[in-house]
Nanobody
Framework: QVLLVESGGGLVQAGGSLRLSCTASGGTFSSYDMGWFRQAPGKEREFVATRRGGDTTYYADSVKGRFTVSRDNAKNTAYLQMNSLKHEDTAVYYC?????????????????WGQGTQVTVSS
C-alpha cells in the first residue's frame, strides 16, 4: 500500500508561481510513475503531467512550458512547479502513482492517489 500526501496549494495571483509536493510512503518510490491531475468544479479530472520512474516526462498541452514535474527519489517526493499561472489553472490538484503505466493520461491507470490540494488563481 502506498500513501500519498500533497502539500503546497493555495491562492496566487495570475502570473504567479506555486510548487506542489507529493510525499509517498510505502512501496519503492523510484519504481513508480508519478502523475499529477487536476479537477475544476463541474469538470472531469484531467491529466496535467507525469514523470516516470525512468524520468521520462509528459505534459498536457495546456501546461507545457509553464509547469515542470520533478522528483527526488531520496526524499520519496514528487514536485509540480507551476509558473505563469492562469485563472483557468484553478482546480484541485491530485498526485497519483502507479507502476509501468500504459496510458499515462488516463487517470484510471494510476493505483494510488493523494487527497488533493486546492490551487486558486485570481485574475
Amino acid at each position: 500500500q502506498v500513501l500519498l500526501v500533497e502539500s503546497g496549494g493555495g491562492l496566487v495571483q495570475a502570473g504567479g508561481s506555486l510548487r506542489l509536493s507529493c510525499t509517498a510512503s510505502g512501496g519503492t518510490f523510484s519504481s513508480y510513475d508519478m502523475g499529477w491531475f487536476r479537477q475544476a468544479p463541474g469538470k472531469e479530472r484531467e491529466f496535467v503531467a507525469t514523470r516516470r520512474g525512468g524520468d521520462t516526462t509528459y505534459y498536457a498541452d495546456s501546461v507545457k512550458g509553464r509547469f515542470t514535474v520533478s522528483r527526488d527519489n531520496a526524499k520519496n517526493t514528487a514536485y509540480l512547479q507551476m509558473n505563469s499561472l492562469k485563472h483557468e489553472d484553478t482546480a484541485v490538484y491530485y498526485c497519483a502513482a502507479g507502476v509501468g503505466i500504459w496510458a499515462i493520461r488516463r487517470f484510471s491507470d494510476y493505483a494510488y492517489w493523494g487527497q488533493g490540494t486546492q490551487v486558486t488563481v485570481s485574475s
